[in-house]
């Protein structure tokens, strides 16, 4: 077989081998497509899921279904969607606090945020509120610091080692330049009882667990550890208007898909998640949950995971925080 050939022959192959690409990513979605989300059903990643694809399954012309795969604080899901096919027909519903943290906390979670997949959109957002118990002597971060320095044995609640509770604590402590003692709970529900008997005396959660407490004078809220005051809690101020701009927590929750994953199938996932989070409807029903709609598309999706990764491992890192 002489040169040309061999050249044409290799030149049809690689055609042959484009085009069905091209139009498996020009046709997408011609099946059911599934949505995992590392996490029991009734959480907020669950919630920010079931939300999403309620509203973008229409536009795509193909139902989405949601699949459950909690377990492994979201190793179990995650893996599984690093490992999918890149076909656009498997994608993760990811939560901030294991996309971000779990490289970090597990020698081995088996599987990598970075590498093993590719943002498609962020979703929503849901800040945290500081709390302390009623009878603790500080009414804004500012006296909370001062009286953490001056009596040096408070304790703070999360809902589990390695938690977002747990890292935020220590992030606090990090910044404020005090020490606390952290008290893991099997769960939020617990810890924040606690706090009401004034077993421990601060925790940090989602404003929706914490607004009817607040309102009946249970329990303390000294600062949104957020950019803005939350709606829900319109009087607490921000922790960058009580002088500490640094401390931020702030969870977030996003769509990726495995790796190599078609620029055309992302593209037009992202551009149904924009129509769907950027939507009235859906900025009201996020609101009703203590979250709000923050959408960000598949290269800004990229930068920001990347510098909250680096951010939170040197948190989690200087903390000596490791999973259980």
Not at 7 to 23: D, F, H, N
Not at 301 to 322: C, D, H, M, N, P
Request: proline residues 7%; without cysteine; hydrophobic residues 45%.
């Amino acid at each position: 077989m002489n040169t040309a050939w061999r050249i044409v022959i290799l030149v049809t192959s690689v055609i042959g081998w484009a085009v069905p690409s091209a139009a498996s990513a020009e046709n997408y979605p011609s099946r059911v497509v599934t949505m995992i989300v590392p996490a029991a059903a009734g959480g907020t990643t669950d919630f920010a899921a079931r939300m999403l694809v309620e509203m973008i399954g229409s536009s795509l012309g193909q139902p989405i279904v949601i699949e459950n795969r909690g377990g492994a604080s979201g190793n179990i899901g995650n893996k599984a969607v690093a490992h999918a096919s890149p076909d656009g027909y498997t994608l993760l519903m990811a939560y901030s606090g294991y996309q971000v943290a779990n490289k970090t906390l597990f020698q081995n979670p088996g599987w990598d945020p970075i590498t093993d997949f590719v943002p498609v959109a962020l979703v929503l957002k849901a800040p945290h509120v500081v709390l302390v118990r009623k009878n603790l002597p500080a009414n804004n971060l500012r006296e909370l610091i001062a009286y953490a320095k001056a009596k040096g044995n408070l304790n703070y609640a999360s809902s589990g080692v390695g938690s977002i509770q747990h890292i935020g604590g220590e992030q606090l402590k990090q910044i404020g330049g005090f020490d606390m003692a952290h008290v893991p709970y099997r769960g939020a529900g617990p810890a924040m009882n606690d706090l009401i008997g004034g077993v421990v005396d601060l925790f940090i959660t989602t404003p929706p667990s914490a607004v009817a407490h607040v309102r009946s004078g249970v329990v303390k809220a000294l600062a949104m550890a957020a950019p803005e005051r939350h709606p829900m809690l319109p009087d607490i101020p921000t922790s960058k208007e009580e002088g500490v701009p640094s401390f931020e927590l702030v969870a977030w929750f996003a769509v990726y898909a495995p790796a190599n994953t078609p620029r055309p199938i992302v593209d037009k996932l992202s551009q149904a998640i924009a129509a769907a989070v950027n939507s009235g409807q859906f900025r009201e029903k996020v609101e009703a949950q203590g979250a709000y709609a923050a959408y960000l598309d598949s290269a800004d999706l990229a930068r920001f995971t990347k510098e909250e990764l680096q951010y939170w491992s040197g948190v989690i890192s200087k903390a000596g925080i490791k999973a259980e």
